[in-house]
């Protein structure tokens, strides 16, 4: 019966006010100026002082709406709440939350997203090998949901449908508990059925293991630069990138693609970066229905540590990297002595780059100004 | 006891009252959402039509037109599978039914496709492809000749040829006569088709709000029944010249439409027409001049009469071909299509009752008025194979 009622009310109200539109355009260019209302359209112009050569989205994200800033979320490691057993490990307690949200993952465009704690990723959890992880995962979205980490735990810990606990329910709730073994660069994310969409529409996020020095002798001085809060590790500029996509009318096909979820986010502010400090990347792959991503950098090359759970590189000198869903890596470079300026990098599937997953580096000599 | 009622009151107020009411059931539907407990939270219903597609140095320009359940944000442009700056104008929400111009300054690329998709705020995406990116022509003196003689070659020139017919066709006799009236009605229910199948095809690129279909279904009913009504003032079914001149009008509006599918084949370089084409249309038009001429075979006709119908016939495929070129909304198109082919059945009718007239020996049912009908038809199809491209 609605259907009805809407259809003749198109007839009624529609023909009349179409016919006046219509008779205007009829057989004319139809170039034809309304000052119209626009509450969302306004700044609708690129970055004019970013490069982008035409190939940009309209308009900006707004990052205080989603409740999360791309830019912010390169370097908020998240290192929970710390306290000590009485064996002398520490602890560290993380409370995450599952909801639906609606995020904007580029400009005016929205996505009826599951998140972690109502952000994509979610939060960064950043720990040391060896240290005991106590996840609180409360799920207040609309579907079953569990959180599922790449790392070494029991299997009741697995966060997979029919074990342990199984998944989590709406309004349920269940607490993770596993060592954090081993160290490197790994990721988390929900494993409830159907697998694919549970992934596709945002839960996920980073599972960073910093080594622990004194467990690798003979590399004690790669390990120390790579623990959050040494000496060592206060030299490095360190990035969190996660590569994800997002399939926004639910065909299967992502329609945007991004570095931690906005599109375009670091071509329309690029990533400062002190030239005379080296880079580390956290790079993390998560991206539905492509069978691969891949980071490329320009004028530039890396070491990469496939998983990060080596202290010496896998690959060295190269400047491309691809990656299937879950893998991830650390890239460490510099651009000691480079001439100042934006440098380059990006999905070398130009497909990708294209639909938002492309970044730049504005490479400095001193202080960044964040 | 109605009728006491009705009379003590004035009149209007019976179309007050409905009306009043109407009104008040409508906004009482607003008000109260009675339709809340069926829970009905769908995300919008939208749909976007790209009406008009435009190329030059500047980039692609498109029109569109919007529907949906609320206005509808088009919030990002790709082409080719990237994002690309773009302006809209009139710029903010479109509300349903309205429309607007996207300008994107993507450099195209001549004698290729591309692929435009538009993605509304809900993430929803429209498709739009162009075949082949050619330079949407720009009005000069030049092309608009150019387009005017194209015209003339497919619409005046092969209807004067078929008209010069004439004098032999005068030698045929009675028997001669019917044979090509059935002729020309083959002829006739071919165009019919013809006409129809192009309006309705090019329905479906007009926005879905228009019922494209329906548009065009109701609009050649209803222009058959004017040209009918019109041609029948005087109380009788047109003859001779006059029975013609509707020909020649409802072929002419034939001729508009496939001038139109010319044109916009042509400027949009989906069709490489060769010489080879145009020479088929010839022959395919030629037929058309012969239909024109029969209904003035019993009578004395002067040689400006023929030159007149020839024009009122052929002209407006140069039109056609004009308004194809330069572009055009899609249910325009089929709107014109439409009464074209309401047009062509109007004449169908009063050659059929020309036909049953002219008729003394009871049945018009023969075998040479069959094989009329069907050589018309077949010659139609026929020449039709020369230019399907």
């Known amino acids: 019966m609605s259907f009805k009622f809407s259809r003749k009310f198109f007839l009624k109200t529609g023909l009349l006010s179409g016919a006046a539109t219509m008779l205007g355009s009829l057989f004319t260019g139809g170039r034809s100026v309304q000052s119209g209302h626009s509450d969302y359209q306004e700044e609708r112009s690129p970055n004019k002082d970013e490069p982008h050569g035409g190939m940009t989205t309209m308009g900006q994200v707004d990052h205080k709406r989603n409740g999360f800033d791309p830019h912010k979320m390169l370097t908020d490691w998240d290192t929970g709440q710390v ?122 996020g980073a599972f960073i293991v910093d080594p622990d020095p004194t467990l690798h002798p003979g590399h004690e001085q790669a390990a120390r630069s790579r623990v959050l809060g040494t000496d060592e590790n206060e030299r490095w500029q360190e990035f969190l990138i996660l590569m994800n996509g997002f399939d926004t009318n639910f065909d299967n096909e992502n329609e945007v693609y991004a570095a931690n979820t906005v599109a375009f986010a670091y071509q329309n502010k690029p990533i400062q970066v002190d030239r005379n400090r080296p880079v580390r990347v956290y790079l993390i792959n998560v991206t539905e229905f492509d069978p691969i991503n891949s980071l490329h950098l320009h004028a530039n090359f890396f070491d990469f540590y496939d998983h990060g759970t080596t202290l010496t590189p896998t690959s060295e000198t190269i400047d491309t990297v691809m990656m299937c869903q879950a893998q991830r890596g650390i890239l460490e470079f510099s651009f000691e002595g480079f001439e100042p300026g934006k440098y380059m990098f990006h999905a070398h599937q130009s497909e990708f780059a294209e639909l938002g997953w492309m970044s730049f580096f504005d490479v400095v000599d001193g202080e960044v100004s964040v | 006891m109605n009728e006491k009622i009705t009379e003590r009151f004035p009149k209007w107020l019976w179309i007050v009252i409905p009306v009043a009411l109407l009104l008040g059931s409508i906004a009482i539907f607003f008000a109260t959402n009675p339709l809340e407990p069926l829970g009905v939270q769908a995300p919008p219903v939208e749909e976007v039509t790209v009406e008009r597609t435009i190329l030059d140095e500047d980039g692609i320009h498109l029109t569109v037109r919007v529907n949906g359940s609320e206005p509808v944000k088009i919030a990002q442009v790709l082409v080719d599978d990237a994002y690309w700056e773009f302006t809209q104008t009139p710029k903010g929400p479109l ?28 993430g929803a995406t429209f498709a739009h492809t162009i075949e082949v990116a050619e330079p949407t022509p720009v009005w000069s003196m030049q092309r608009v000749w150019a387009y005017i003689l194209l015209g003339i070659y497919i619409g005046v020139i092969p209807v004067g040829l078929g008209l010069l017919f004439y004098p032999y066709l005068k030698t045929l006799g009675s028997k001669g006569l019917n044979f090509l009236l059935t002729l020309t009605i083959g002829l006739l229910g071919y165009l019919l088709i013809d006409t129809l199948q192009e309006g309705l095809e090019i329905s479906q690129r007009a926005a879905g709000v228009f019922n494209g279909t329906l548009m065009v279904w109701l609009t050649t009913g209803i222009a058959f029944l004017i040209i009918f009504a019109v041609g029948r003032r005087g109380g009788q079914a047109p003859e001779g010249l006059s029975l013609s001149t509707y020909l020649a009008f409802g072929i002419g509006l034939h001729n508009l439409g496939e001038g139109l599918a010319v044109g916009a084949a042509m400027a949009s370089g989906e069709a490489a027409l060769g010489s080879f084409l145009v020479v088929g249309f010839t022959l395919h038009n030629l037929t058309e001049g012969i239909g024109i001429a029969v209904p003035l075979l019993d009578r004395k006709t002067g040689f400006g009469t023929f030159v007149n119908l020839t024009l009122l016939a052929g002209l407006p495929a140069a039109a056609g071909t004009l308004i194809g070129a330069f572009s055009y909304a899609p249910h325009w198109g089929a709107i014109l299509f439409a009464i074209g082919a309401g047009a062509i059945l109007q004449v169908m009718v009063e050659v059929g009752f020309f036909l049953n007239k002219n008729t003394r020996t009871g049945t018009w049912f023969t075998v040479p008025n069959l094989a009329g009908f069907v050589l018309g038809i077949a010659i139609m199809y026929g020449t039709a194979l020369l230019v399907n491209v």
């Open chain 1, 83 to 204: 306290s000590t057993l009485p064996n002398g490990q520490t602890l560290r307690e993380y409370e995450i939350v599952a909801m639906d949200k609606e995020i904007e993952i580029a400009p005016g465009i929205f996505f009826p997203a599951w998140t972690y704690n109502g952000r994509i990723p979610g939060p960064t959890i950043r720990c040391t090998e060896g240290d005991r992880i106590q996840i609180h995962f409360i799920n207040s979205g609309s579907h079953p949901h569990t959180i599922h980490f790449h790392g070494i735990h029991s299997a009741a810990m697995d966060g997979v449908p029919a074990t342990g606990p199984g998944m989590i329910g709406p309004a349920e709730s269940f607490t993770y508990e596993f060592d954090a073994l081993p160290f490197g660069c790994h990721l988390y994310h929900c494993h409830s059925t159907p697998l694919k969409r549970h992934i596709h529409k945002g839960l996920y």
């Open chain 2, 95 to 122: 509300s349903r039914l309205s429309s607007a111009n996207i300008d994107i300054p993507y450099p195209w690329v001549q004698h290729e496709l591309h692929e435009i998709k538009l993605i509304t705020s809900t």
